[in-house]
């Protein structure tokens, strides 16, 4: 199905874009639907949009469920791991 | 049954006034003919999209899908400008009307028409069909498995889709809905739903929902295509569009 389900959230981050030009990325949009490459037939998605490009520039990724959990794992496992003091 | 025909990006008037992309096919000759609208699915103007259209055409339509997001990012790629409408919030529904209304005006100022017009969706352009069967002038609905015709959406839904049972009694052309027993969205029961309404109100419809099916089961290119299921339906849309669009 088309899910419509989409989350934002604000973000301070650099991302490297098509062409291999760094952005500042201000929104991660995450979204649950239909891939455009991945082969399951639905995704975790994340989109960071270069907010600067008229024509859609952004870093995308499509992952399984499982795989995002992976993820979300790894992200608190590292930020859980180094001193408080840099990620305060 | 044509295999000879002209595909190109136009332009057409839409919502509002605005000038919006489409990609239009026409089988060569200039017979009379029907039309269809195509309504590509939420993750946009896309090469399935495209060759469903290119389909429509053999079987002697001209054919015109709307790129429901040019006004987001008219330069970039489908999947990009997908993604830039669903940050912003998707496709307002009024704007769909529009743009329908525009494509149907399109489809019949050409010479070759027959004044016929049909519309067919899939998934989320499912729902978006049935929405212009009740409010554009269109002379055949096709709804492939869109969610939310009936049933009620999530509230944790940001984009605040809605159903359409208010719209229903207005429902002003022959519908034929196409969906599979295993899908969830919809629903079996909101399959069921939707058949219980279009009877209350007299609507001339046919639902097909397959067995050992989900949801996108027309897609080729994914796990989720159940070729029996595809090919049936592909017969009955055909059938369907001889009787009411007249090709």
């Known amino acids: 199905m088309c899910t ?17 030009q760094w952005f500042a990325a201000s929104d991660a949009v995450v979204y649950f639907d239909h891939p455009v490459h991945a082969t399951a037939d639905h995704t975790l998605n994340i989109d960071l949009p270069n907010p600067r490009s008229a024509s ?24 859980e791991t180094v001193p408080a003091e840099l990620t305060a | 049954m044509s295999e000879s025909m002209t595909s190109s990006f136009i332009m057409f008037t839409g919502a509002n006034g605005d000038q919006v992309q489409g990609y239009f096919v026409e089988p060569d000759g200039s017979a009379p003919r ?59 529904d ?37 929405l212009v069967g009740c409010t554009v002038d269109v002379d055949a609905v096709v709804d492939c498995y869109g969610a939310f015709v009936t049933g009620t959406p999530s509230e944790r839904f940001p984009l605040k889709v809605t159903n359409l049972v208010e719209h229903l009694p207005a429902l002003r ?30 609507k001339t419809h046919t639902l097909v929902s397959y067995a050992n099916t989900g949801h996108a089961f027309f897609t080729t290119d994914r796990s989720a295509y159940r070729f029996e299921s595809a090919n049936d339906g592909w017969a009955r849309i055909s059938d369907f569009y001889a009787t009411y669009l007249g090709a």
């Open chain 2, 173 to 202: 052309a022959p519908l034929l809905g196409l969906f599979g027993d295993d899908d969830q969205y919809p629903s079996p029961e909101q399959v069921a739903e939707l058949e219980e309404i279009l009877v209350r109100e007299g």
């Open chain 2, 34 to 92: 029907g039309s269809v609208i195509v309504i590509h699915h939420m993750p946009g103007f896309d090469r399935g999209s495209k060759e469903i259209a290119r389909r429509f055409a053999t079987m002697g339509y001209n054919v015109l899908c709307p790129n429901l997001y040019w006004r987001e990012a008219p330069d970039a790629a489908p999947d990009d400008a997908a993604a830039v409408a669903r940050a912003n919030g998707g496709a307002p």
């Open chain 2, 94 to 130: 009024e704007r769909l009307i529009g743009d329908a209304a525009g494509a149907a005006a399109y489809l019949r100022a050409q010479d070759n028409s027959n004044g016929k017009v049909g519309v067919i969706g899939y998934c989320s352009g499912g729902r978006q069909s049935v």
């Open chain 1, 56 to 79: 859609g520039e952004r870093i995308a990724i499509e992952m399984t469920a499982a795989s995002a959990r992976e993820l979300m794992k790894a992200i608190a496992d590292v930020l």
């Open chain 1, 4 to 20: 419509y389900l989409t989350v934002h959230a604000p973000i301070e981050a650099s991302a490297k874009g098509p062409g291999g």
